[in-house]
T-cell receptor, first 115, second 110 residues
Framework: EPEVTQTPSHQVTQMGQEVILRCVPISNHLYFYWYRQILGQKVEFLVSFYNNEISEKSEIFDDQFSVERPDGSNFTLKIRSTKLEDSAMYFC?????????????FGPGTRLTVL | RKEVEQDPGPFNVPEGATVAFNCTYS??????FFWYRQDCRKEPKLLMSVYSSGNEDGRFTAQLNRASQYISLLIRDSKLSDSATYLC???????????FGAGTRLFVKA
């Protein structure tokens, strides 16, 4: 069964550093998403991406964050100048089309720890 | 008011019990609705979509009441493997944004 993959599974970084989280969505999917989940809290939407553009972003997704699809397979989330409060699990997801009705498939997540 | 609100839980039930989860949403622009389950420190996984007419998948039944902005999930004959956090999820248009509820934790005991 096709699946979304994410690397690394765990990233430790120093405050102020930049990190790039990587995702490989399911190959025929067209919509891509990033979410975060702070430990013990709910899953929070960050951004949706379609046709090489951001479709929607939340209030959390400020200038510190950016997304990119650098090639035909990877989808990345860059976090500049990381802060302690960026420590969370970051999930990538993808869906085939008509995103608002279609199932989103989630990757296993990257646990980001900012020290 | 929270955009998606769920029973706080946790629910502790014996095997074989029937358990119901409730969810309300505040944004009338909400277009589609789902129940996901999340095991500890794992990714959310789709349990079922929720349709206006209600839908059933084995032991699971989902209901949607748009007028009341209310969604429910019923689990019959609970199994130990049903122990997880159940997440109510709503997609909002225009644009595309997915809102998760905080989840309701279920513990099924032998």
């Amino acid at each position: 069964e096709p699946e979304v993959t994410q690397t690394p599974s765990h990233q430790v970084t120093q405050m102020g550093q930049e990190v790039i989280l990587r995702c490989v969505p399911i190959s025929n999917h067209l919509y891509f998403y990033w979410y975060r989940q702070i430990l013990g809290q709910k899953v929070e939407f960050l951004v949706s991406f379609y046709n090489n553009e951001i479709s929607e972003k939340s209030e959390i997704f400020d200038d510190q964050f950016s997304v990119e699809r650098p090639d035909g397979s990877n989808f990345t989330l860059k976090i500049r100048s990381t802060k302690l409060e960026d420590s969370a699990m970051y999930f990538c997801a993808s869906s085939e089309s008509l995103a608002w009705t279609d199932t989103q498939y989630f990757g296993p997540g990257t646990r980001l720890t900012v020290l | 008011r929270k955009e998606v609100e769920q029973d706080p839980g946790p629910f502790n039930v014996p095997e074989g019990a029937t358990v119901a989860f409730n969810c309300t949403y505040s944004n009338s622009a909400s277009q589609s609705f789902f129940w996901y389950r999340q095991d500890c420190r794992k990714e959310p996984k789709l349990l079922m979509s929720v349709y206006s007419s209600g839908n059933e998948d084995g032991r699971f039944t989902a209901q949607l009441n748009r007028a009341s902005q209310y969604i429910s999930l019923l689990i019959r004959d609970s199994k130990l493997s049903d122990s997880a956090t159940y997440l109510c999820v709503v997609n909002i248009l225009p644009g595309f944004k997915t809102i998760f509820g905080a989840g309701t934790r279920l513990f099924v005991k032998a």
